[in-house]
């Protein structure tokens, strides 16, 4: 089993109050693209990986790469106006020689190895898999301020990143989402419309996104208290 791996590394970091695009921004002393690298890293079957920048990020993107220590050839592809355009853009960058492709953000610097393995062999078996957690809280739905339901949450999962598929469902999928002019906020949400199998691979809690200030001190807290993933 061949993968390729694509990182996205394209968002800015104005949520977060910085300058920085948001993977460049400092994590416990390394760029937070670091830790997602890092972990690639350790996936046997990844043979390549390609990074989605922004413009004029370029030679701090390699530079992470070579701190990050990576033994597959890395790629740099330029970021997109959406995250969709990004792994659309970069996709075209992946080997045809790869059997999978698993897509990951930056901005989640605690996705941990047993993830990407999961999803990788969940993908190479049925099509298409992410990561993702049940949703623990109870759910209201709203008009304005006002509860009009509560939502069964019993068959609800909070998705994640990575989420891998099989190379040639990915690229009809966003070839597909380009033609149509479909927007999503995910890519196992482009490879369902085309009627194709994604199965859940139990995530974590602690594979937070940050978006947000308070999520990063949250990551901060977390890496500078040892923990590893």
Not at 62 to 84: D, M, T, Y
């Amino acid at each position: 089993m061949r993968a390729s791996a694509i990182v996205v590394a394209a968002g800015s970091g104005r949520r977060l109050g910085s300058d920085l695009a948001k993977a460049f921004v400092p994590l416990a002393g390394h760029p937070m693209l670091f830790y997602a690298l890092r972990t690639i890293k350790s996936v046997e079957s990844v043979v390549e990986t390609v990074i989605a920048v922004p413009a004029g990020m370029e030679s701090q993107a390699r530079a992470v790469v070579i701190e990050a220590g990576l033994r597959a050839p890395a790629k740099l592809a330029p970021g997109g106006s959406q995250r969709q355009d990004s792994v659309r853009i970069a996709l075209q960058l992946t080997s045809a020689e790869s059997d999978l492709v698993i897509v990951h953000d930056a901005a989640r610097p605690f996705a941990a190895h047993r993830i990407f393995e999961a999803c990788l062999e969940t993908a190479s078996r049925v099509g298409g898999a992410i990561a993702a957690v049940p949703v623990s809280d109870t759910l209201k739905r709203a008009q304005g301020q006002t509860i009009s339901a509560t939502v069964a949450r019993d068959s609800l999962w909070q998705a994640q990143t990575p989420q891998a598929f099989r190379r040639e469902l990915l690229i009809r999928a966003h070839q597909r989402a380009a033609g149509d002019e479909i927007v999503a906020t995910d890519d196992a949400d482009l490879v369902e419309r085309l009627g194709a199998k994604v199965e859940i691979v139990e995530g974590s809690p602690i594979n937070l996104k940050i978006t947000t200030r308070a999520d990063l001190e949250l990551a901060e807290a977390l890496a500078r208290s040892g923990f590893s993933i």
